[in-house]
């Protein structure tokens, strides 16, 4: 298990149950403070009240939908906290849209947890696997 005292990732899905898929498989390999939000909107309201040092956001949501997000991280918030866009395959162009609005990663649904792991390690330590 990897160990990151004091750090926080937001994960953002209005699935619960992808929400409890990548909290269970981030529970099991690292140890790091996780918290969740149904939509973009939620998540802008933890991240204007906490610190985080890690953003896993979906791209199509009600509300507010990820590009939308990392629009408002980056412009609104000015946050350089890295960002990982989850996608479905078949959505090239939300993918896109996503990493020119300033995104740092992207994975595709449905998530590897091998690549959530390494995807992970890499923006919060530097971790290579």
């Known amino acids: 298990m990897f160990g990151f005292p004091g750090k926080s990732i937001l994960v ?7 929400r409890m898929f990548l909290v269970m498989n981030l529970k099991r390999m690292v140890k790091v403070n996780i918290v969740e939000a149904v939509n973009g909107l939620d998540a802008l309201v933890k991240l204007k ?19 939308q997000l990392v629009r408002h991280v980056r412009i609104g918030l000015k946050s350089d906290m890295p960002i990982v866009i989850i996608t479905t395959k078949g959505e090239r162009g939300d993918r896109e849209r996503g990493m020119s609005m300033g ?18 390690l890499k923006h919060l330590g530097g971790y290579q696997l």
Request: no cysteine.
């Open 12 to 18: 953002v899905d209005d699935s619960a149950i992808m």
């Open 49 to 67: 009240s906490g610190t985080f040092d890690l953003l896993l956001t979906d791209m199509n949501m009600p509300g507010m939908d990820g590009a």
């Open 103 to 120: 995104a740092n990663s992207y994975l595709t649904k449905p998530v590897n947890p091998a690549d959530l792991i390494k995807t992970v």
